[in-house]
């Protein structure tokens, strides 16, 4: 019996290790990802931008203290800022965050399988019995705040498998259904709009049209990803009675052709929900700056 009772200790043992390392792992590869979309241009974003830069420092910290100490209780925290990420990147995707408006991406998908496999290992970990943290002192009596929990409040367990299992199809739900793209139109008319006392170019249905500073006159330096959230306005397009300007098409990298307003290629974004917004205006995103079409007369 004692042998047996050895065997299981060094199986939970090995089974705590495995979790720390790919709980904390995770967290990190999480953190690597929003770290490289903050840098290549998420910085800028109003609000959303210092929220990357948070949870970038937080994942990170986080992933070295439970590398490092094997905390319970941190291994909780690290489980939830990873589901309060995934929430947050759901609820951009649906309904808009701080003005800013997500679409569907490879690097958007990745990031929120990694979030709900954190979760889920990250939380196994800080709510297993038995399990003792590296550190002692305070990370060791902090970690009793969890046994206390485990003891005062029954189901505690199986109400976080409900929730990483609701949050995983959620997130699938989510992404299955939002849009690859913005508010991008295929050949259409320019009109002339205001936006906070701008006066704008816009596409038909209202939406402020955006020039790329790294476009020039004959290519479109927007494409794979960046072209989901600034869409590209596909075909040829006919101009309003009051617009003045030289219309034109340019061939994109897929073969597609693009419309140029004088000599710029248009594109909508992503982020505006609504016409009469211009929420991509100034943001520096894949590589260089995204500026409002300014209708021709207008400053």
Known sequence: MAGMDSTQRLGAGRTAIALRLGGAGLLAAAGAIHLDLY????????????????????????????????????????????????????????????????????????????????????????????????????????????????????????????????????????????????????GTVLSIGTVGGVTVLTNAQGFTLYWFARDTSGTSNCNGACAQYWPPVIGASTAAADVSGTLGTIQR???????????????????????GQDTGNGITLYGGVWHQVAAPGAS
């Open 253 to 275: 990298a897929d073969g597609s052709n693009q419309t140029t307003f004088d000599g710029h290629p248009l594109y909508t974004y992503a982020g505006d929900s609504a016409p």
């Open 39 to 186: 840098l290549t241009g998420y910085s800028s974003i109003p609000t959303i931008g210092p929220l990357f830069l948070l949870q970038v420092i937080a994942a990170f910290g986080l992933t070295a203290v439970i590398l490092a100490t094997g905390s319970r209780l941190l291994s909780a925290a690290g489980a939830l800022l990873a589901l309060a990420v995934l929430g947050g990147y759901l609820v951009a995707l649906r309904f808009g965050l701080f003005g800013f408006r997500e679409v569907r991406t490879t690097a958007g998908i990745a990031a929120g399988c990694i979030e709900v496999a954190a979760f889920a290992a990250l939380g196994a970990l800080a709510l297993r019995t038995g399990v003792q943290s590296v550190a002692a002192g305070p990370v060791a009596r902090a970690d009793s705040l969890i046994d206390r929990v485990l003891k005062g409040i029954p189901g505690v367990p199986q109400a976080a498998a409900g929730v990483c299992l609701l949050a995983a199809l959620l997130f699938g739900i989510g992404v299955a259904t939002a849009s690859e793209t913005g508010t991008g139109t295929k």
